[in-house]
């Protein structure tokens, strides 16, 4: 039996010059977290994410000042365009950049989406017309491609034992950049009115009033673009590969055998990737269920924001930008800490998908309470608002790591970078959809504040809870398979 076992350890193959092989290598001598690749995940998804809907606060005060609405209830319509213009752009591009970052490595479509950030998210800070702030927001979206092969990424940087962890680092860092973004708009944004002992009205954040929380974001983008050109390459480039020799990442990924003993490994060369994440259900089906809760989490982060700054008489909060970015960093803070002390629990306790399913009950009945917000007032408002604001990110968080662990163990390494492609490009189409049909239905409700059928804001959450509920059901079998081990 020695002599049968022994050749199995030999075919574990090193090959010079692969980056992939490198990483793999130092996998194996080591079994410690990867705490340097960890912290590079972590602060290029935070990058990532900030801009995305750091407008959302000033939005609504921005389409006001570029007087392309006519009436004060028309600004929610024209406001859901400019949103959806980044995610549209996303769903154009995402599949093509995880397609490069299969071919070519992560590193660089990584470093290309951190240095599209710094150059677009000025512009849009620049913006003097509404076809301007559309367009830079769409080539942002365009060239941010990054969020995919970031996924994968760490998943290839850490063993398998820490994978979970490292799937765990991009959504805190993403849910995270999904409120702190804001929290820098809201704070930020027209720092001339907010801050005249500091700003005046003549000086260029007075003319550019929202300006500054770009700025902000576009300058950390600047630091982590330079800390990452240190950043580990992790795919693997094989010039060839000798008969009868498995390499590491060939051992170490799951594939299954025929009744005649033939594997997916050797049948991988001939066979097109495309086609087989397509036909992979357990994949296909987590990136529906994705889309599904992405397409209710951007409908909600911008309806919640205008929602807050519209007036009490139409069933808003009156609440300020600045009120806003309050709100929005208490929830980050909160998410943080429960990211790194409770959810490892509830996860290992409950798993990916029970923990979502959990998650998406809880979010019913919340936001159906959020209308009947506006008639508090004073302290017992901002406690209430608080307090369901951070819960409502908390739970929205659960469902959607659940989702990435489910992706990314459909796949072997080879179709990760694709997979994630497949994912973002759905995911995007859906959160480009999301802010034009968000913002077209809030302005809608805010005309029909006396109707007999969910007057008013009623409405808004009403069709948000009834998204939320087509994702639970979806979660369920026999239309979500989880991957098999």
Same mark, same amino acid.
């Given at each position: 039996m020695a002599e049968n076992t022994e050749p199995l350890l030999k075919r574990k193959v090193y090959f010079d010059g692969c980056p992939g092989c490198k990483?793999?290598?130092?996998?194996?001598? !080591? *079994?410690?977290?990867?705490?340097?690749?960890?912290?590079?995940?972590?602060?290029?998804?935070?990058?990532?994410?900030?801009?995305? !809907? *750091?407008?959302?606060p000033f939005i609504y005060f921005m389409i006001r000042d570029l007087h392309v609405a006519k009436r004060e209830e028309d600004i929610g319509f024209y406001a859901g365009f400019v949103g959806a213009s980044f995610m549209f752009g996303r769903a154009l591009t995402s599949l093509f950049w995880g397609v490069v970052a299969d071919r070519y490595g992560r590193k660089p479509v990584i470093l290309l989406g951190i240095f599209s950030v710094t150059i677009f998210n000025t512009l849009f800070g620049l913006s003097t017309s509404y076809w301007m702030a559309i367009t830079t927001r769409l080539l942002l979206g365009s060239l941010n491609g990054l969020l995919g092969p970031i996924k994968a990424y760490s998943i290839e940087v850490c063993r398998q034992e820490h994978q979970a962890l490292g799937l765990s680092l991009v959504t805190t860092a993403w849910g995270i950049g999904l409120i702190v973004g804001p929290a820098l708009g809201g704070f930020f944004a027209q720092p001339a009115e907010k801050y005249p002992e500091i700003f005046s009205q003549d000086s260029l954040f007075g003319r550019f009033p929202y300006f500054l929380p770009c700025l902000c974001i576009s300058l950390f983008a600047v630091c982590v673009l330079i800390g990452s050109l240190w950043l580990p390459e992790t795919l693997h480039k094989h010039d060839s590969k000798k008969k009868g020799e498995t390499t590491i990442e060939d051992v170490e990924t799951p594939y299954s055998s025929d009744s005649k003993g033939h594997t997916d490994k050797d049948e991988e060369s001939d066979t097109q990737p495309k086609a087989n994440l397509f036909k992979n259900w357990p994949l296909m089906s987590s990136v529906i269920v994705y889309c599904i809760f992405s397409l209710h989490d951007m409908a909600y982060t911008e309806i919640f924001s205008l929602w807050a700054v519209s007036d009490k008489s139409y069933g808003g909060l009156s609440f300020s930008s600045q009120d806003v970015g309050e709100v929005l960093s208490i929830s980050g803070f909160g998410l943080l800490v429960f990211q790194i002390l409770l959810y490892p629990r509830i996860e290992k306790l409950l798993g990916p998908v029970s923990s979502l399913r959990v998650a998406s009950v809880l979010a019913v009945p919340l936001l159906a309470a959020y209308p009947f917000m506006s008639k508090l007032s004073g302290l017992q408002l901002t406690l209430i608002v608080n307090c369901a604001s951070l819960l409502k990110n908390v739970l929205s968080v659960m469902i959607v790591i659940g989702l990435f662990i489910l992706q990314n163990n459909a796949v072997s390494q080879e179709q990760r970078g694709a997979a994630n492609g497949i994912a973002m490009t759905a995911m995007s189409f859906f959160k480009a959809i999301a802010p034009a049909a968000g913002g077209a239905i809030f302005s809608w409700a805010q005309k029909r504040q006396h109707a007999s059928f969910f007057p008013g804001d009623q409405m808004v959450f009403f069709i948000l809870n009834v998204v939320e509920l087509i994702g639970l059901l979806f979660s369920f079998k026999p239309f979500l398979i989880e991957p098999s081990k």
């Open positions: 990483q793999d290598r130092r996998k194996e001598a !080591s *079994s410690g977290i990867p705490y340097k690749e960890f912290f590079y995940v972590w602060i290029i998804t935070l990058c990532t994410a900030l801009p995305i !809907s *750091s407008l959302f």
